[in-house]
């Protein structure tokens, strides 16, 4: 079975005489009316990238407390991404396709 | 040999695809070519496997059926005591005999107010998570209570429901039958009606005849129909599966004020967007759209074809000109009038009366 959530390894960045890691970025796909995972958790400060490959546009949002947002309306074919630097859980819903729905924990 | 054989047969490959290219646009008007990332089209046997007919009705693990559940939630839907005037029942503006709405664009409610948005029908909801023209509430165990307390709708206020419904006998033994814990509770009110209402599934039509194989149940124009829905006319983008709708939320681009859905997601897609209503004896439940402003199926067909009424930043990318020929939008009407199944008498129930050795 083809997974969409794509692990990002971290990259060492040098600045100023020291290193960081870069945030882990994961990727969600929205297909026919769906989205590639019902169930995710991340680290704080990684990075959830919404893909439509829907020939239909979508609008992913959350109002549940600690990860609420709004993605930009995606048109098809569309990508965009959306960083998380607090703790939180709660349901990523599409506000045109409510069917479409599912969980996030940012620990 | 082998080397230039396949430089050929590449270049043949190539003019041929060229070619089936030019054909297809020449068959497909531009505007009703797919949209992007649209998978090709389906013949006519892969989209009948789309629209077949779920064998079982869907209740809530909280709110099980049960046969006394739905007996009490048919007599509260069929009593107008359930509004303040004791006037309006449910039924005034989802008449079985009218498939469940009330052929007017807007029902009248309490005290003669006039509702906001058309009924609509009642078929099927069980399917449905977010109802109400807006989703406003989830499923129907969730809605009931909305059109109760509306003053413009019923009127009634909670409490004086229940004393009402306390003071009948025959309330007072329904709701023990059904709801033996607790018995007379606003929220068992609605459980019952709930349950009454997820069991109102439109029947099989000749559309669901012809999916089982019955290639005479349905005419040549509603086949040709069918596949324009399905294809060109883009219909199933939203109208898809059994029920003929994807349970989701757009603006079709009509010239009303009603802002819909953005009143409940304050999202800029949410502007005048409202939910997908199933198509099912679509053909008995003129006028249509949210407003009731299109008198019939044929003017629907029309208003897509034309790509709406209204341009503005929120019309759905499925609302757009279509190029359907006359010929074309009597075939998809055709077709929609196949999903009506045959009128049957619907027994209205008896309903409890006053106590008449009541002290």
């Known amino acids: 079975m083809r997974r969409y959530l794509v692990p990002v390894l971290a990259t060492f960045i040098g600045a100023a005489g020291s290193y960081a890691f870069a945030a882990g970025t994961h990727t969600v796909v929205q297909s026919e009316k769906k989205f590639s995972e019902a169930e995710l958790t991340i680290a704080k400060g990684d990075t959830l990238v919404f893909k439509n490959e ?10 549940s407390p600690g990860i609420a947002f709004e993605l930009k309306v995606q048109k098809p074919g569309e990508s965009s991404d959306i960083k998380f630097d607090r703790e939180g859980s709660g349901e990523i819903r599409c506000a045109i396709h409510p069917q479409m729905k599912m969980k996030l924990t940012v620990k | 040999m082998q080397k230039n054989s396949g430089t050929l ?26 949209l992007p990332l649209q998978k090709p089209w389906k013949t006519i046997a892969e989209y009948k496997k ?6 079982k009705v869907p209740y809530l693990a909280e709110n099980p059926y049960t046969p006394e559940k739905e007996r009490l939630g048919q007599m509260l839907f069929f009593d107008p005591r359930l509004s303040g005037s004791n006037a ?37 909801l069980a399917w449905t998570e977010q109802t109400a023209w807006d989703g406003r509430t989830e499923y129907l165990e969730g809605h ?11 009127g009634q206020p909670a409490d004086q429901l229940i004393a009402e419904l306390g003071a009948i006998g025959g309330y007072r033994d329904a709701f023990k039958a059904a709801f033996p814990k607790d018995g007379i509770t606003m929220d068992n009110v609605m459980r019952a009606i709930a349950v009454f209402e997820r069991g109102l599934v439109s029947g099989e039509a000749p559309f669901d005849h012809w999916i089982k194989g019955n290639e005479k149940a349905i005419s040549e124009s509603a086949k040709r129909g069918f596949m324009l829905f399905n294809t060109k006319a883009d219909c199933a983008a939203c109208h898809s599966g059994w029920s003929f709708t994807d349970q989701s939320f ?67 990318e499925h609302v757009r000109p279509l190029n359907l020929t006359k010929a074309e939008i009597g075939d998809i009407v055709d077709f929609l009038l196949s999903l009506d199944a045959p009128d049957k008498p619907y027994p209205v129930p008896s309903l409890p009366m006053v106590d008449h050795k009541a002290p």
């Open chain 2, 250 to 316: 757009y603006d079709i681009g009509l010239s009303d004020a009603d802002e819909g859905r953005i009143k409940i997601i304050k999202l800029a897609s949410m502007n005048h967007a409202f939910k997908t209503p199933t198509l099912r004896e679509i053909g008995r439940t003129a006028p249509y759209m949210h407003d009731g402003s299109i008198a019939n199926l044929t003017k629907v067909v029309e208003h897509y074809n034309r790509g709406g009424d209204v341009k503005r930043e929120s019309v759905s």
């Open chain 2, 144 to 154: 009931v209570k909305g059109p109760i307390g509306n003053p413009r709708v019923m």
């Open chain 1, 54 to 63: 829907d020939p239909f546009t979508h609008n992913v949002y959350s109002q």
């Open chain 2, 9 to 34: 047969t590449g270049r043949f490959a190539a003019i041929s695809a060229v070619a089936l290219a030019l054909v297809a646009a020449i068959a497909a008007p531009a505007s009703a070519q797919n």
């Open chain 2, 50 to 55: 789309d629209y077949v007919r779920p064998t």
């Open chain 2, 88 to 124: 309006v029942a449910c039924a005034n503006c989802h008449l079985p005999g009218m498939a469940w709405t009330d052929g007017v664009a807007k029902s009248v409610g309490e005290k003669g107010a006039i509702h906001v948005r058309n009924a609509p029908t009642l078929f099927n």
